[in-house]
């Protein structure tokens, strides 16, 4: 069982910026991969970016050039860094765990899941 717990979400002006963290109870959260996901008001959640277990990083294309994901196994913490924050990044981003290493962009492959930090960017 792994519990989740995001942090940093808030309110900022567009061009700010955001670090997100995600605290991972358990031992054996350097097993995990662990991903970051958004829901906006009326859409689907979707696919910000992800960390596998051996470090390799993914991200939305439309997101790359802006955001960055990182992972600190010896404190069980998975960051998000927002940079150049636009009002279409407004939403909840959520943390979630998987210990699976293929198509780790997809949310239904987590197992586990944090209960979501709030993200609004005022234009």
């Known amino acids: 069982q792994v519990q989740l717990v995001e942090s940093g979400g808030g309110l900022v002006q567009t061009g700010d910026s955001l670090r997100l963290s995600c605290a991972a109870s358990?031992?054996?959260?350097?097993?995990?991969?662990m991903g970051w996901f958004r829901q906006a008001p009326g859409k689907e959640r979707e696919f910000v970016s992800a960390?596998?277990?051996?470090?390799?990083?993914y991200y939305a294309d439309s997101l790359k050039a802006r955001f960055t994901i990182s992972r600190d196994n010896a404190k069980n913490t998975v960051y998000l860094q927002m940079n150049s924050l636009k009002p279409e990044d407004t939403a909840v981003y959520y943390c979630?765990?998987?210990?699976?290493?293929?198509?780790?962009?997809?949310?239904?492959?987590?197992?586990?899941w944090g209960q979501g930090t709030q993200v609004t960017v005022s234009s």
């Open positions: 960390v596998s277990s051996g470090g390799i990083k």
């Open positions: 358990g031992r054996t959260f350097s097993s995990y991969a």
């Open positions: 979630a765990a998987t210990s699976g290493v293929v198509h780790i962009t997809i949310p239904g492959r987590y197992d586990y």
